[in-house]
């Protein structure tokens, strides 16, 4: 394993994140909780959020800031449960991939440290994010 190579670099780059993102994306649509986050989301896009957000959390080139996911997300009404699984969905996956426990953890402590951009907080007098 060289030393100082990206994550990314080390399991393949491009290549093989295409095949984890399509591991992970199956995984999202058969969740209850996450699908119906994709539900109007057309094909392109919800394939490259998978291949950025992948690339994303494993150091590779594509990288963004808070602001922009924090953007991205508010509209999307998502909660800590729909966060939660979705991180689980990511550490199950790598598992599926034989990645080593350390860099699971590296990726997982990334994905929750993004937490407080992604999650929309319910505001006082707003009750139509109940149920979601
Ligand atoms: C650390 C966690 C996450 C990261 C880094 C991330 C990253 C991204 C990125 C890079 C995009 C594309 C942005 C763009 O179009 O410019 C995106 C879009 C999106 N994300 Fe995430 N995401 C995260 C968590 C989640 C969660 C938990 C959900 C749902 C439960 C979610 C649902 C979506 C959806 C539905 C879109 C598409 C929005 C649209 O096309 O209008 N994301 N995300």
């Known amino acids: 394993m060289r030393s100082g190579a990206t994550m990314f670099e080390r399991y393949g780059g491009f290549?093989?994140?295409s095949r984890i993102v399509s591991s992970f994306?199956?995984?999202?649509?058969?969740?209850?909780?996450?699908?119906?986050?994709f539900a109007n989301v057309d094909m392109r896009r919800q394939i490259d959020h998978q291949t950025k957000f992948f690339a994303s959390v494993m150091g590779g080139p594509a990288s963004y800031t808070s602001e922009h996911l924090a953007r991205v997300h508010q509209k999307l009404a998502i909660t800590d449960?729909?966060?939660d699984e979705?991180?689980?969905l990511v550490r199950e996956t790598l598992e599926?991939?034989?990645f080593d426990e350390s860099d699971i953890a590296a990726v997982y402590g990334e994905i929750v440290s993004y937490r407080s951009f992604i999650v929309t907080r319910p505001t006082a007098g707003v009750d139509s994010l109940e149920g979601v």
């Not at 994306?25 to 986050?37: A, C, H, I, K």
């Open 15 to 17: 290549a093989k994140v």
């Open 25 to 37: 994306y199956d995984r999202v649509l058969d969740s209850e909780r996450l699908s119906p986050y």
């Open 81 to 83: 449960e729909a966060f």
């Open 86 to 88: 979705l991180a689980l």
């Open 96 to 98: 599926d991939f034989d």
